[in-house]
């Protein structure tokens, strides 16, 4: 019994006395990791510092080159500002870098130091040979610090690829020294706790491995991957128990719907991961306009919503609003370039406006959509919205078959050389002759047609009607150049230029007696797609137009790179230029910028005889208004025609001037 005893107690206290040596091992072991690993991270940070630097010196001259570059290009005084600030920008680096980087530091800062101190020299030699209207100088000297930027570049890349080589050899033995100990601590660790403690350890890892995945697949299941916001399903969840307490409570509750303006053709044209930053940065700032009891959801695309339990009055719904427009309305940065998106907010209250959070949800929809279409800002909903949806529905099914039973009609305003007054072309414009409304304007099934898709189809039977009309005026003996509105899906269809050379085609008309006009707007929101379009019709021979330039974007850039051949002045500047100095003004400049640019200028919204006076002595090409003739239906204009040939004028289709 005793010697049992004596041997039990052996082995617990040999038992005992093992594991505490394995565990002062193991604690030792982790000791010196942890100072490893400190050590490894305080070289580093020296290494990412000194990197820093070097990267700030490379971007320094970089901006120096992009600024020197842009003087070169303009020549202009007010792109020397740049120039000069940018000569010496990057000498505190350097200084930085002789005074605490390591011998091959100071050494590789002190030669770029010498080749960038020549370069600024250069640089702000060529600004005072600029300042002094020395212009050769100036560039002499800018071709001598592009010159001096070769070889500054290329010490630099060298310097740089030399950094990266260091923190990659020691970031690699660093981990091979990490991973010695990581191994050794783990054999300890096996010996201290045996295979029963290795069992349990494996045991509470599965354990909280499975915990923790059954929390992330409730938050994604209940959130938005991409923002972290609530997603519609938890919206839901939360309107319906905001419902409950009210039911309650007696409170109001409010949601609002909110879709961000202009973020289509910024994703379009920025790429969709800056738009996904965009979106990041938009959800925090709507997060910090709220309280922390209000639920901020992202329902997809752009689109957001925000639920404001116990709002108590739509008066206070409206402030939370104005909160919202004001976080949004300030330009966001990303990625070191600001864009303003703004917002269209749709407000609905419970139990003022719904029954339940399904219909709370749809009202708030409607709501911001009348926001949206009115640019209004915010708008709260009222049941004639309900009307207004049913009305739009309305109008969508009759399109359909308006086009299947070609209830569309085409008017025709002519258009006349200022030079001598002959009628050079007529704009299309498309009328409905609806059965029980009458003769609609395109205001009222346009915009309906461009949120359906209908405007692909429409715009085929504007096309095919009207070359099949200036088909049988070439068979009456007029010439008549006809121009046809296209729209930004057209711009983006690459089919689009084969459907149009089919068309002309089919009616045997020539390419140049057909003008398509574009707006700014469609050509931004995918400018490559559209350019690639636009260059295929203008190789097809057909004419392109800016239409209504000046009210949209008014991107120069554009206008310079698009292949068009004209441009259409807005009727909002020509009918006022003699009465309001801006519009004059404006007019004025956008004649020359044309002009310069070796497109002609069409004029809407002539008027009278005295704007038609004052544009023939700018300088204009073209002009259309009601001083010709209101738009007329086909056989009206072939009248029209006649009678101005019978009054006077001989050469072609022409109309005498004013």
């Known amino acids: 019994m005793l010697s049992n005893w004596v041997e039990a107690r ?8 093992s594991l505490t040596v394995g565990l002062a091992a193991l604690a030792g072991l982790a000791l010196w990791t942890s100072l490893s690993m400190q050590q490894a991270a305080t070289h580093v940070h020296e290494l990412n510092e000194m990197s820093d630097h070097w990267g700030l010196v490379v971007q320094n001259v970089d901006v120096a080159d992009h600024a020197l570059t842009d003087y070169v290009r303009s020549g202009t005084k007010v792109m020397r500002e740049p120039v000069a600030n940018a000569a010496g920008a990057a000498d505190e680096s350097l200084r930085w870098l002789r005074d605490n980087g390591g011998p091959a530091d100071v050494r590789a800062a002190t030669i770029v130091g010498d080749l960038y101190r020549d370069y600024s020299g250069l640089l702000r030699e060529t600004v005072a040979a600029g300042d002094r209207d020395d212009p050769t100088t100036s560039l002499q000297k800018a071709y001598q610090a592009e010159l001096t930027l070769v070889s500054l570049r290329k010490q630099l890349s060298t310097v740089v690829q030399l950094k990266r080589l260091e923190t990659t050899e020691y970031l690699r033995a660093a981990e091979v020294r990490n991973g010695n100990l990581r191994l050794a601590a783990l054999i300890a660790f096996a010996v201290d706790l045996g295979l029963v403690a290795l069992c349990g350890v494996v045991l509470l890892g599965h354990r909280r491995q499975i915990l923790r ?53 910024i ?9 996904d930053k965009l979106l990041q940065l938009v959800a925090n700032r709507l997060t910090g306009a709220v309280r922390e009891i209000d639920t901020v959801a992202r329902l997809g695309g752009d689109e957001f919503a925000v639920l404001l339990p116990s709002v108590s009055t ?8 104005e909160r919202v427009h004001r976080a949004l309305a300030e330009a966001a940065t990303v990625d070191g370039l600001a864009v303003d998106v703004g917002c269209s907010i749709g407000v609905a209250l419970y139990p003022t406006d719904s029954a339940d959070a399904h219909e709370l949800l749809k009202h708030a929809d409607l709501a911001m959509y009348a926001a949206k279409r009115a640019r209004l800002g915010t708008s709260v909903y009222e049941a004639v919205l309900d009307q207004h949806s049913a009305a739009q529905l309305t109008v969508i099914s009759d399109l359909r078959r308006a086009l299947d039973q070609s209830e569309l009609v085409l008017h025709y305003q002519p258009k006349a050389d200022l030079r001598t007054g002959e009628v050079c072309g007529a704009e299309v414009l498309c009328r409905w002759q609806h059965p029980r409304h009458g003769l609609l ?5 346009i915009p309906a047609a461009e949120e359906t898709g209908l405007i692909e189809p429409l715009t085929q039977y504007v096309l095919d009607h009207a070359l099949a009309q200036c088909r049988t005026w070439h068979l009456t003996g007029w010439d008549v150049p006809v121009s046809v509105n296209v729209g930004a899906q057209c711009l983006h269809d690459r089919t689009f230029p084969d459907q149009v050379a089919a068309l002309l085609e089919h009616h045997g008309r020539p390419a140049d007696v057909l003008t398509l006009e574009i707006t700014e707007s469609a050509i931004i929101a995918d400018p490559h797609r559209a350019c690639d379009v636009l260059t295929r019709l203008r190789e097809l021979g057909v004419r392109l137009s800016i239409d209504d330039f000046g009210t949209g974007y008014s991107s120069i850039a554009y206008l310079r790179t698009m292949p068009v051949h004209e441009m259409k002045i807005d009727r909002s500047f020509t009918t006022n230029m003699r009465t309001d100095a801006s519009s004059g003004a404006i007019t004025r400049s956008l004649l020359g910028l044309a002009h310069n640019l070796e497109l002609e200028v069409v004029a809407e919204g002539v008027e009278d005889e005295e704007t038609w006076s004052v544009l023939a002595a700018l300088g204009c090409d073209i002009v259309q208004g009601y001083c010709l003739s209101k738009p007329l239906p086909a056989d009206e204009f072939g009248t029209w025609l006649r009678d101005r040939v019978s009054n006077g004028v001989s050469n072609g289709v022409g109309a005498p001037a004013p």
């Open 10 to 17: 052996t082995t617990v206290q040999t038992t005992v006395v």
């Open 213 to 265: 995945q059954a929390a992330r697949s409730e938050h994604e299941a209940l959130h938005d991957a991409l923002t972290g916001l609530a997603n519609r399903t938890l919206l839901t969840q939360h309107t319906e128990q905001a419902i409950r307490r009210s039911n309650q409570t007696g409170d109001p509750l409010g949601l609002f719907l909110i879709d961000l303006n202009r973020f289509k053709p």
């Open 267 to 275: 994703n379009d044209t920025l790429g969709h991961a800056f738009g």
């Open 314 to 321: 739509s008066a206070n719904a409206l402030i939370v609003a």
């Open 441 to 445: 304007g395109p205001d009222r099934f």
